[in-house]
């Protein structure tokens, strides 16, 4: 896990187990002994890539310190029915309070992986890269985030904090490409920030006042056909990143990646998914 996601994780696990447990799990505190120990694994359900294993360990421990956790597999592993995670053991009130907790947040980051390799299979061979975006569930992005690069794709920005993205809306109340582009330059500097910058660019005459306004680190092509991308590609040459986005689908990606751009963004690995089946059951 890189160090700058840390604070986001510990924030997040500290909300689920508030909202999953309250003021008590009511149900284990009036039918579980104290001190009552027990083991259970991981069982994977469905084939795919699995994510989330260093999530649940963090989760155990935050629960109760004392639980021993023996991993068996690693986050990025593929996986078939049949194939066990981890073996936690411990307390029972502990092992049955992380449970739902710990799955929910598997199971998704399962899901995102294993739709993200498929993505990535994709454009084997080439040197395009698959992207997230901001698409993602709501106070879980830093988890889509991980699994996505746990499935073998980039992440584009973590937020509207760390990189500087000039969209269709920022450019229209800016007044237009350059007063954006030197808006964006005037503030950085103003600032002392350096954050790279991104454009998007609805036509290939777009390109030439990008670069008219002094250049960026990425110019992205939005809603352009595989025939305009290429088009777009040669017209950049190489002076900057490249970007497709928009309406891209597995179908059709690619078609946009032979055209010679650097990175496909795709909103589907993280809006679109479907959890990977799992369970966390006693065992001996």
Same mark, same amino acid.
């Given at each position: ?13 500290? +909300?689920?187990?508030? &909202? ?10 009036? #039918? ?8 259970? /694994?991981?069982?994977?359900? *469905? ?6 294993? &260093? ?15 023996? *991993? ?34 598997? *199971? ?6 294993? *739709? ?14 698959? +992207? ?71 036509? +290939? ?35 900057? &990143? ?11 990606? /690619? ?24 369970? +966390?059951?006693? #065992?001996?």
């Amino acid at each position: 896990m890189k160090p700058e996601y840390k604070p986001f994780v510990d924030e997040l696990i500290e +909300l689920c187990i508030k &909202e999953d447990i309250g003021d008590g799990d009511h149900t284990s505190l009036a #039918c579980i002994p104290a001190e009552e120990h027990g083991r259970m /694994r991981l069982l994977c359900k *469905q084939e795919g890539t699995i994510a989330g294993i &260093e999530i649940a360990r963090l989760v155990l421990r935050r629960l109760d310190p004392e639980m021993k956790f023996e *991993q068996i597999l690693h986050d990025g592993d593929r996986v078939v029915p049949g194939d066990v995670a981890f073996y936690v053991s411990g307390r029972l009130r502990s092992l049955l309070q992380a449970e739902r907790i710990l799955l929910n947040i598997m *199971q998704r980051m399962s899901g995102v992986a294993t *739709q993200t390799a498929v993505y990535v299979k994709q454009l084997e061979g080439l040197h395009t890269k698959v +992207l997230d975006t901001r698409k993602t569930t709501p106070g879980m992005r830093v988890l889509d985030k991980m699994a996505v690069k746990l499935g073998g794709g980039e992440n584009h920005r973590m937020g509207l904090f760390d990189m500087i993205l000039l969209k269709d809306n920022h450019i229209d109340f800016a007044g237009g490409i350059r007063q954006a582009i030197t808006g964006v330059r005037e503030y950085l500097a103003a600032k002392g920030k350096k954050l790279p910058i991104e454009c998007e660019v609805r036509s +290939l005459e777009d390109i030439d006042e990008v670069f008219a306004a002094g250049g960026v680190d990425r110019i992205m092509f939005d809603n352009f056909t595989p025939e305009m991308t290429r088009k777009a590609v040669e017209k950049v040459a190489g002076r900057c &990143e490249t970007e497709s986005s928009g309406g891209i689908t597995l179908e059709t990606m /690619r078609d946009y990646a032979e055209c010679g751009v650097d990175f496909i963004s795709v909103g589907a690995l993280t809006h679109q998914i479907r959890s990977l089946d799992m369970s +966390l059951k006693a #065992c001996e």
